[in-house]
């Protein structure tokens, strides 16, 4: 063996060595072409921005997320958990801020919850709100948008509540991982879906 395969191999860790996965690092991977495709269908663009798209957006997400919100209370989790997760109501007083109206309800026909279909429901819920803040960004400097910026995009607490909705992911047993990922795209398809029939 030439010298630099002995440091190779002591470079490489052993497979025992290796940390398995977070599902929180799965779901971004297992997600990112749903998320992408996702993210097109919502209509934003940094160079683009204006009331108009911002507004249609945000009425798409509050009708998605109040929906999302009252079928996640029967899941089993912790409700003061959900409850910091809930923010259908601040999409609602933005809207008005941009001077629209309530979004259109979502009708989300599917039977109660399991705990592997909430969190993956919340992956994509919590994820959209830490998208927020670029979304405030693009925004910031047009004379349309509120100095105090939207709140249902950007909040003191929302980066601290997305890495607390990252841990709980990843203290998740491992059985359940597969469902999961699951829930999580399907859950990105139903999004863009209600993005593109509302656009159409």
């Not at 996702?38 to 009331?51: N, V, Y």
């Not at 979004?103 to 927020?132: N, Q, T």
């Not at 948008?145 to 909705?165: C, K, M, N, Q, V």
């Not at 998740?172 to 699951?182: C, F, R, S």
């Amino acid at each position: 063996m030439t010298l630099l395969a002995i440091l190779s191999a002591d470079a490489t860790p052993s497979g025992a060595d290796v940390a398995p996965e977070s599902l929180s690092r799965k779901l971004r991977h297992h997600t990112a072409r749903a998320h992408k495709q996702t993210e097109r269908a919502a209509g934003l663009d940094a160079r683009s921005i204006d009331r108009r798209s911002l507004t249609a957006f945000l009425k798409d997400m509050h009708g998605f997320q109040e929906a999302h919100e009252r079928w996640l209370r029967g899941c089993g989790i912790n409700r003061s958990f959900l409850a910091a997760r809930e923010r259908a109501d601040l999409m609602e007083a933005d809207l008005i801020r941009l001077g629209g109206q309530r979004g259109s309800a979502y009708d989300l026909a599917m039977p109660a919850p399991s705990p592997e279909e909430a969190y993956g429901v919340l992956y994509v819920l919590e994820g959209s709100r830490a998208g927020g803040r670029y979304i405030d960004q693009w925004a910031r400097d047009k004379d349309w948008y509120p100095i105090e910026g939207l709140s249902s995009l950007l909040s003191d607490d929302g980066e601290a509540i997305w890495r607390e909705t990252q841990a709980a992911l990843d203290a998740l047993p491992a059985l359940m991982t597969p469902q999961v990922l699951d829930a999580a795209e399907r859950t990105f398809q139903r999004l863009q879906d209600w993005f593109l029939r509302s656009r159409a």
